[in-house]
């Protein structure tokens, strides 16, 4: 249970981060469209431990394997399974009686009995390998719909904010810097920030915006399935992640009601439109056609090499100073996780659109 997410477009991810392996089974997409191992490779890349000075050494190539749904270049219509195996693992690293603070040691033993204590086992950040994978396929069948374009980027790290524009901001840029913050003079501030932190044997974190751009009207469901709260689901489902904002997001509680609205105009195209976007996009839990902006709040890494009071499984107190290899700040590599979630939610909610509204998308 809890492993798998989306009606339609539908995902179940699979692994422990010092198992043999982990990775993902899609279901439900579309036939013959066209996908290869390459192109699913480019998110996973984003990814992967150990690309820069500023995320965990662990050396993994994350190289994707396709096991079944694609024949000759074409998803089939069947379920897609991919798998990336673990390569360098360091078990050893780990103490299997000792409770990390802040992580899921202690939970997970409260709920199984039983739990993989080599790294993070499912809790791990390696478990969102097979939703990068899936969010690959998603955003190929998003953009030959309608165009949808889906960037994240690292707003936010501690008290460093960049200042970037989400209506213009391109891929390119945030991948100009290995923080991921197109801000550039920012970004640099933001290196040699988690640089600091990192040599003190401590973490920190963030805040990373996405925009989903030229995403069609009509995605969504009221009551229990407005678009807004299967994003925020699905975003929230990440590791280390603690708060959820769209559009104005809590800064919109400051402002009345004259002042949030967004007044609606019809542009040159005949298109009704809104002068604002401080709805983020959406409004009455559907798609408006206006830019969907969101952003998403992320803890400091829990595994940090300080000294740090805890208690055995057995409940006796002592002190950990956790070994192994860990991100000073998860942000840089959370940005294609936020994409890929977005990009299933999108996916999954075009295609249930379809299935109830056949062709239709609002005017």
Not at 13 to 42: M, N, W, Y
Not at 131 to 155: E, P, T
Not at 297 to 309: G, L
Request: hydrophobic share 35%; charged share 25%; with cysteine.
């Amino acid at each position: 249970m809890g492993n798998t997410f989306g009606h339609l477009f539908r995902i179940t991810t699979f692994g422990e981060s010092h198992g043999g392996g982990v990775g993902v089974v899609i279901d439900g997409c579309p036939p013959r469209l066209e996908i290869s191992a390459e192109e699913i490779q480019k998110e996973l890349d984003r990814r992967r431990p150990g690309q820069s000075k500023i995320t965990t050494p662990r050396k993994e190539a994350d190289t994707c394997e396709i096991l079944s749904g694609v024949f000759e270049g074409k998803t089939l219509g069947t379920p897609i399974a991919i798998l990336v195996r673990n390569e360098d693992t360091r078990s050893q690293d780990y103490e299997a009686q000792k409770y990390r603070p802040s992580h899921a040691d202690a939970t997970y033993d409260a709920k199984y009995g039983i739990r993989n204590w080599q790294g993070g086992g499912r809790s791990s950040a390696r478990e969102t390998i097979g939703r990068v994978a899936a969010g690959a396929i998603a955003k190929k069948i998003l953009k030959q719909f309608s165009g949808v374009d889906i960037v994240a980027y690292v707003k936010r790290v501690k008290d460093l904010e960049g200042i970037v524009d989400p209506n213009t901001v391109t891929l390119e840029q945030v991948e100009s810097n290995i923080v991921r913050c197109p801000d550039a003079d920012c970004a640099e501030q933001m290196i040699e920030l988690i640089e600091q932190v990192r040599n003190i044997g401590d973490s920190i974190g963030g805040v990373v915006e996405c925009v989903a751009r030229q995403v069609p009207k009509g995605l969504g469901s009221p009551v229990f399935d407005k678009l807004e709260a299967d994003l925020a689901k699905g975003v929230m489902s990440l590791p280390a992640t603690k708060g959820f904002e769209i559009g104005s997001g809590f800064a919109g509680t400051l402002l009345t009601g004259s002042e949030h609205n967004d007044e609606f105009y019809t542009d040159e195209r005949g298109e009704i439109r809104t002068q604002t976007n401080r709805s983020g996009g959406i409004q009455g839990g559907i798609s408006n056609g206006e830019n969907i902006i969101m952003r998403v709040a992320f803890k400091p890494t829990a595994t940090i090499r300080k000294e740090q009071r805890t208690v055995t499984q057995e409940g006796e107190e002592t002190i950990l100073a956790a070994k192994g290899r860990h991100d000073p700040c998860v942000l840089p590599r959370a940005v294609p996780m936020v994409e890929a979630m977005v990009a299933l939610v999108l996916c999954d909610h075009l295609l249930r659109h379809q299935g109830q509204c056949g062709t239709y998308l609002g005017t």
